[in-house]
């Protein structure tokens, strides 16, 4: 029996695809790079999980997870041959313990339906990356997926308490739980953000936010990047973290303006500001903010009059990545962050770089959080061109790795940056992480050459015979 | 002495031999390391001999766990620097000896905090990292592991081994932050950490209730509900603006400042249980002094036993752990969690000889 017959028998044939045009679906993530697999599968419980891992184990091949394929990082992208594991039909709501304020979710469901689902409890699950209408919290998890309103709540591991999941091997572990301090080492914590290379998640148990009773949300208007920057510092500095705190660039508002006509103003910057909590206590912050906002040279500042006005906003800050369409056939993004102080010189080089690869470039991102996207609009079809993004993309890290940043804030390494791992971490760093990977997956089979650079693990480190230390 | 007694002691960790810890259980040798390197070295000679070895922090937590019983005791006092505040961005840089006490010390000018255990001052960061221990303000800002950003450890093989990165959010690599918190060492000695900052709000305020579940249901995001023997608090933090409305919903005059409930000195032992559990929790107890998280679902009571209403809480997915005091002969942890196995090959992989505090963790591990 073949493979596919395999996992047909086990999953139902038309949960299995093996056609060239299906695979050719399933073969990229919303990156910008392709990859083969001879088999789909979509399984639709943890018993069928089981059975595709028993059946890639003993075929001896990879398995590769996939939620809703809107990763840019290329963490769903086929490097080897095997299985890619689809989860999106394992999208039930187990259970909202209101109580609690948890949710036993499949990893399948998609990030906005749990939190339209859970809205009539008043609460909801507070990561919202711009993808949330379409990407999984299966997805979220492997990549602890961020959001605007991650300022304030943290990104997906702080809102996971539990999971369920598969090891390489077949076996369901589950790690975390409801209760607090759960006893021993924290493999919760690790398989958030690990990518699909430990297991695969069957089972999420997340936290879930309450709503806040009334909300502000600001935007203001700057003639210059550096007066918005320091506007986010000065309201930190007033004691105040606020639910979200946006900033879009010149280009990113004429796009979207002349996409959604949400009457942005053409300025150099403009922050989007958003507070939460009781009425009196947004008042207060909302003034405090335009206090400090006008202190630092804000030139206008619109307070949303009502929701409507609010989800406008919110749209632009949401539809940047559509509206790049408008620009170019094609854009691409990189997702770095850096330390806030270092926002206005970093920017003013992803420019200068812009402009030396004369790409068109337009910033939306998260400010608060000095978690910078810059986005790279062109036309794939131009000679060289695919060329060019991916050398500014890499002059982009550089730059802000040099500003001393990190590599990824929420998109994750994938293969996109397993190179750059390198100029982060240590030899012994990375062996350690293998060490990790080792420790889930020791034949290697989950997701490979994904995360960690090949050759990560190093076999002559860490048992060092000391010198004459024998007595 | 346990059976490790009869490994010889290297001669290049005798010759660093420092004076005992006071306090500290009996162990054949004391080592105060001056540096990361300093410790991978002493560490390899203790792997290469088969040397147990108790790290040392403040000394506040080491009634947690199983006992160990020491060849080598490795005390923290010269991890004591701060390395890096960056009070623009929020984060702070400190090595693993450092104290709670000053770090609130360094920050409160900054009008900054850290979201780390308030009441116990002389714990170090790298113990509280290692122990996992969070503070009341948890119901509001999370966990202390919500707030660790890179972590540096020395394995118990002596390599030093940096995971995470120091801006306030990032996901490059395993979250080797998460995997050390509550390791109890088992991965490495904790030599260095880097906080995600929080700015202070302008009021602090507490608010005397009567009814701690009424509590929970009228205001807004507390920064914690504590209930105790004595009396119920509701502790609120922000603008004036927010200290009024959430007291007038609270019904009770807010006093300035926080004053956080601690137990007599003596044993602890900690509930943890789901949130909703936390009034039966309250429940069950002996009449004794307690401190019960609402909304967190931790109880800590002053007793030095509270195995009885173990199997209650076990069953809830909760557990009952020993946090302070020498109860010998009590089980610390209770039931293991069933990826023993699991944990056991990740330990394998930093601390292959298991020399860093072995037999800690629930299950022996």
Known sequence: MDLPTRLRSALGAENVLTESIERYVYGKDAGLRRGDVAVVALPASTAEVVAVMEAAREFGVAVIPRGGGSGLTGGAVPMADGVLVTLTRMNRIHEVDADNRTAWVGPGVINLDLSTHTAGFGLHFAPDPSSQSVCTIGGNVGNNAGGPHCLAEGSTVSHVLGLEFVTADGEVLTVGGKAPDQLGLDLRGVLVGSEGTLGVVTRVLVKLTPNPPDVRTLLISFDDMASATATVSGIIAEGIVPAALEMMDRNALRVVENYIHAGLPDVAAVLLAEVTGLPEAVDAEARIIEEVARRHGATRVRVAADEEERTVLWLGRKAAFGAVAQLAPDFYLHDTVVPRTKLVEVMAAVQAIGEKYDITLMNVFHAGDGNLHPIMGFDLTEPG????????????????????????GE????????????????KADLDAQARIREAFDPDGRMNPDKVLPAGSRCADLGRPLPEGAWV | MGVTSVRAIVP???????????????????????????????????????????VWGGGTHQAMGHRVVPDVIVAMVAFANVVDHQAEDMTLVVEGGVTLGAIDALLGPHRQMAIVPEMTPRSTIGGVVATGMSGYRRARYGPTRDHLLEVTLVTGDGRVVRGGGRVVKNVQGYDLMRLSCGSFGSLGVIVQVCLKLWPRPAVAATVA????????????????????DRRTTVHLAGTNEEIDAQAARLGGDPVPGHAWPVLPDGPVWSVRVPANCTREAIRRLPPVSFVAQHGVGVVDVATDDLTAIRPWAEAQGGSVVRVRGAADGLDPWGTPPATAALQRRIIARFDPDRVINPGRLPGGL
Request: negative net charge; glycine residues 8%.
């Open chain 1, 385 to 408: 061109m695919e060329a060019r993004v991916v050398a500014a993309g890499e002059e982009i890290v550089r730059v802000c790795l040099d500003a001393g940043g990190a590599l990824t």
């Open chain 1, 411 to 426: 998109h994750g390494i994938g293969t996109e940056k397993r190179a750059f791992m390198a100029s982060v971490f240590t």
């Open chain 2, 12 to 54: 290049s960790l005798l010759a660093r031999a420092t004076d005992p810890i006071e306090g500290a259980p009996e162990s054949r040798l004391t080592l105060r390391p001056g540096s990361a390197e300093e410790l991978a070295e002493q560490l390899q000679a203790c792997s290469a001999s088969g040397l147990s070895v108790l």
């Open chain 2, 209 to 228: 209730v009567d009814d701690a579940d009424r509590a929970t249901g009228v205001v807004h995001r507390p920064w914690a509900v504590i209930e105790t």
